[in-house]
């Protein structure tokens, strides 16, 4: 899933934050910290980011394998 550009709610601009936080909270700080520091005070904008979840990691592997079954049953016609 692609981060949202802007917050739905209020429409505030929350991508351009998105990489900065996800470095600190991975590198161990607090969420709410980490958010405090970036500016992000409104409720609906925090909630934006803390609930974004990366699932192109998870749908790489099922497209590598469809395209190898593609692969495979091309050879075969061949």
Known sequence: MLVPVRCFTCGNLIADKFEDYQTKVKSGESPD????????????????????VET????????????????????ELE
Do not use: N, W
């Open 33 to 52: 910290k980490v958010l405090d520091s970036l500016g992000v005070s409104r409720y609906c904008c925090r909630r934006m980011l803390l609930t974004t």
């Open 56 to 75: 192109i990691q998870q749908v790489v592997p099922f497209y590598e394998a469809i395209q190898r079954r593609h692969q495979e049953v091309q050879s």
